[in-house]
């Protein structure tokens, strides 16, 4: 027998095998590579196993991987700490490190990230009436994951900058 069909019988080897084509995509969390080896069929033990291996050489690090994901989907996709938060949940990540995570977004940073954002979708609202571009404009930031006040009142002063009336947002809980 060749080393290649003994590989091929030994489920730790096959598990392994497929922890790294999954990590040649993307990072993953330890989580995701345990539900990819449970939904292939692999048992907990060889599961185990196997991320306790990629765990000790670094392959799997989910503190790194939750630092570079809110780093990246807050920078490149807009989003928000709470969105950020729920993002680490399904992944798989423990609660302590998506706190100390999202905590590395500061709010002053979140509040910048959502005015150009309202800055960039202000621009193709340009024939839409005020009303309407309160309830696009804060929508968008709710689903971002931003904070309900932050959201109300980034739209107040971005509105009012760009010349609009702001008295449909008098009332509007703005923290």
């Known amino acids: 027998m060749s ?7 030994d489920p730790v080897q096959r598990a392994k095998d497929v922890c790294l084509k999954l990590l040649e995509y993307r ?21 185990e196993e196997v991320l306790g ?7 799997v690090d989910d503190k790194a991987f939750a630092e570079v994901w809110v780093r990246s989907r807050h920078t490149y996709e807009g989003l928000g700490r709470r969105a950020l938060a729920a993002e680490l949940r399904r992944k798989g990540v423990d609660e302590a490190v998506t706190a100390e995570a999202v905590g590395a977004v500061d709010y002053g940073a979140e509040e910048e990230r959502a005015r150009q954002l ?3 979708r202000l621009r193709t609202l340009a024939g839409a009436d ?7 404009l804060v929508g968008m930031l709710a689903r971002k994951g931003y904070p309900e006040g932050m959201a109300f009142r ?6 009012r ?11 509007a809980p703005l923290d």
């Open 27 to 47: 990072a993953r969390t330890r989580a995701e590579l345990a539900g990819a080896l449970g939904r292939r069929g692999f048992d907990e033990g060889v599961v």
């Open 161 to 171: 900058e760009a010349g609009s009336d702001t008295t449909l947002l008098e009332g």
């Open 118 to 120: 309202v800055r960039k």
């Open 130 to 136: 005020d009303e309407v571009k309160v309830r696009r």
């Open 154 to 159: 980034v739209v107040r002063d971005e509105l």
């Open 3 to 9: 080393g290649r069909e003994g590989a091929a019988d």
């Open 53 to 59: 291996r990629l765990d000790a050489v670094g392959l």
